[in-house]
């Protein structure tokens, strides 16, 4: 395979100026794979500041709810600043000390990679400065003042459609341009090489721990693997420690409000092959190679491609991908919220929704594992809005 | 002997420089972009850059993401950029560069767009999201079709980096000016000179500079120590928001690179 590529997808298409950069950056995330003292700083902090391992939680009431698999929560909900993004953030910044940089820069959507890179700037002493559409901004206002609380500096991104893609080409053009003292903290599964690589092992420790865990609670692997697709990282992190075994994986898209409307982000059932923001991976586009305009009600899961490793996978057959709509996500917000006093993230809860409806397809003695990526506290205030409540 | 690579070779026996102006097709309308490519002509640009809008121009600063959010609105795409291109080939043989972000051209499909590019008339293409590692195809089928690729160099290259563009660039090689996006403030400290003096002692190949650069007197002194200066940003505003200025400011341009 070549290099910073998974079968045919992935690469680093990015203008010549931060080449130098990649490879630099390849470099140190290689080496620090093998240094000891790095990975010894980072258990560390993943332990005691993260607060790893995350649990293994089983979803008691949810399972007899749904009457059929048992449903097991690998809880990122619990992870520092509530969402799996900390895993990578907290690696990245790391790294990004290793090799001299002395700012960070971060592209967000629902916030959360935003306010674990901030978290990550002020546990490391950085300066920090994050990427955000105005649309985001404001259906995730929460996130923007924790960033800021931070000591992060929010910079609001009005051009294109206001949303997570808009915010990584701003980063980007940051970086092209502060390139010499800043590092870009890249939130998810995607990217130029060797960000996909780099980012799913930061997040395989939730995989990882995943499978002692159930080994432990059923003292054998799971049936089913299901999370989130918004880059793909959260659902990187859980899967791929589980590739060699033979286990369904299922990654769930934003459905939007149904693919026949235009508007949704899944990726696979209505995009296909191209090249953006530094690789080859799929994307919803016209026929020109314009790129489309996305909807989710979730800010994480609104964007129009896809981490490269995801198709390869897909093509593999080792993973499927379906969709969860608007009204999917948000029913089973409020259902895992009633039935186990847990708050997803609205990103989640496309895992949650596709959870309720295998569930109860399958016998009892199947165990699914959803990837629960992060809590819902930022989304309160969105919910209510979309239910005509004012708070 | 590709017309790009003719034109650095005659100015360069005349002791010249290329003056290289960039416009964005389709703004604001397809038949403006036709009679600005006369009257860039008129004026003595050697090459002209016709920039493909596309939706995330990431390489570009506001100037040209709204000069391309324009042409989209126009509806432009890269297939009626190539019409347009076929068109003026009826009323004028100055070498037109596309300047296109890397999406379009494969959903297009590398072959199939090297054969339309080259059939319609055009003598080159910048790619800024294409590095020469990702190009090998593009590269090949273009040299074949004797379609000139020019890849970007900026001042992060290093000596490997500088010898892979300087071997995969055909017609000149685009030096970047800064680490920076296209119309961004250019700095004038010796740096871009010694740059290009590295690059010169890898590589003959002729060095055009852009990005930034935005005045005559700019134009003048980057004309001093490069082969050719490429003018964007500067251009696409003034035919935004002065366009009465613009044959004026071309010619001052003009004057200035020699
Ligand atoms: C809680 C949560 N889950 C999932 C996502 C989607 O990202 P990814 O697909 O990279 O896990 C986000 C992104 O913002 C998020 O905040």
């Known amino acids: ?391 | 002997m590709n017309r790009i690579e003719r034109t650095f070779k005659e100015l360069k026996s005349l002791n010249k420089k290329a003056f290289i102006p960039y416009i964005m097709a389709g703004d604001p309308s397809v038949e403006r972009t036709k009679e600005l490519v006369l009257v860039l002509e008129e004026c003595g640009a050697d090459i002209i850059e016709l920039g493909v809008p596309f939706t995330d121009p990431l390489a570009d600063g506001p100037t040209i993401q709204r000069a391309a959010e324009r042409a989209l609105k126009e509806g432009v795409t890269l297939k009626g950029v190539l019409a347009l291109v076929k068109d003026l080939r009826t009323k004028t043989r100055v070498p037109l560069v596309l300047m296109t972000y890397y999406n379009p051209v494969f959903k297009y499909g590398e072959e199939r767009f090297v054969k339309d590019a080259k059939d319609a008339g055009v003598e080159g293409v910048i790619i800024p999201d294409l590095p020469p590692d990702e190009a090998g195809e593009l590269i090949k089928t273009a040299k074949k079709a004797d379609l000139a690729t020019i890849f970007l160099l900026a001042p992060t290259s290093t000596e490997d980096r500088i010898k892979k563009v300087a071997t995969a660039s055909r017609g000149f090689i685009y030096y970047v000016s800064m680490t920076g996006i296209t119309g961004s403030q250019i700095l004038l400290d010796g740096s871009i000179e010694k740059s290009i003096n590295n690059i010169r002692r890898i590589t003959d190949k002729p060095v055009a500079v852009g990005f930034g650069i935005s005045t005559a007197e700019q134009a003048r002194a980057i004309s001093g120590i490069s082969d050719g200066v490429i003018i964007g940003s500067a251009i696409v505003r003034k035919i935004q928001e002065a366009p009465e200025g613009l044959k004026d400011f071309i010619l001052k341009l003009r004057e200035a690179v020699r």
């Open chain 1, 1 to 391: 395979m070549k290099k910073g590529y998974f079968g045919k997808y992935g690469g680093r298409f990015v203008p010549e100026t931060l080449m130098p950069a990649l490879m630099e950056l390849e470099k140190a995330y290689l080496e620090s794979k093998k240094d000891r003292d790095f990975q010894k700083e980072l258990i560390h902090l993943q332990k005691t500041y993260i607060g790893r391992p995350t649990s293994l939680y089983f979803a008691k009431r949810l399972t007899e709810h749904l009457g059929g698999a048992k449903i097991y929560l690998k809880r990122e909900d619990l992870a520092h600043t509530g969402a799996h993004k900390i895993n990578n953030a907290i690696g990245q910044a790391l790294l990004a000390k290793k090799i001299g940089k002395k700012r960070l820069i971060a592209e967000t959507g629902a916030g959360q990679h935003g306010v674990a890179t901030a978290t990550g700037a002020a546990l490391i002493g950085l300066d920090c400065d994050v990427y955000m559409g105005t649309d985001d901004m404001k259906r995730q206002a929460l996130n923007v003042f924790r960033m800021r609380l931070l000591g992060a500096r929010v910079i609001e991104v009005s051009i294109g459609s206001r949303t997570l893609k808009d915010a990584i080409n701003e980063a980007l053009r940051d970086w092209t341009t502060n390139v010499n003292t800043t590092h870009y903290v890249l939130g998810t599964v995607f990217g130029p090489h060797p960000f996909p690589s780099m980012v799913r092992d930061f997040q395989s420790v939730i995989g990882k721990e995943a499978k002692k865990q159930i080994m432990q609670a059923e003292k054998r692997l799971p049936d089913y693997l299901v999370a989130c697709v918004g880059g793909g990282s959260n659902a990187m992190g859980l899967f791929h420690e589980f590739l060699g075994d033979n286990i369904k994986m299922i990654g769930v898209e934003a459905g939007g409000k149904g693919i026949d409307t235009g508007e949704h982000a899944a990726r696979f059932a209505g995009g296909s092959v191209g090249v953006f923001q530094g690789c080859k991976t799929y994307l919803l586009q016209d026929d020109n190679g314009n790129v489309l305009g996305t909807h989710s009600v979730s800010a994480g899961l609104d964007y129009a491609s896809i981490g490269p490793e995801h198709p390869f996978l897909r093509d593999l057959g080792k993973v499927q991908y379906t969709y969860a709509t608007d009204d999917e996500a948000l029913a089973a917000f409020e259902l895992l919220s009633k039935t186990e006093g847990i708050i997803p993230a609205l990103e989640s809860a496309h895992a949650v929704a596709e959870a309720v409806k295998l569930a109860p397809k399958l016998s009892g003695d199947k165990l699914i594992i959803v990837n629960l990526s992060g809590r819902g506290d930022k989304d309160v205030q969105h919910v209510a809005a979309i239910k005509g409540i004012s708070l």
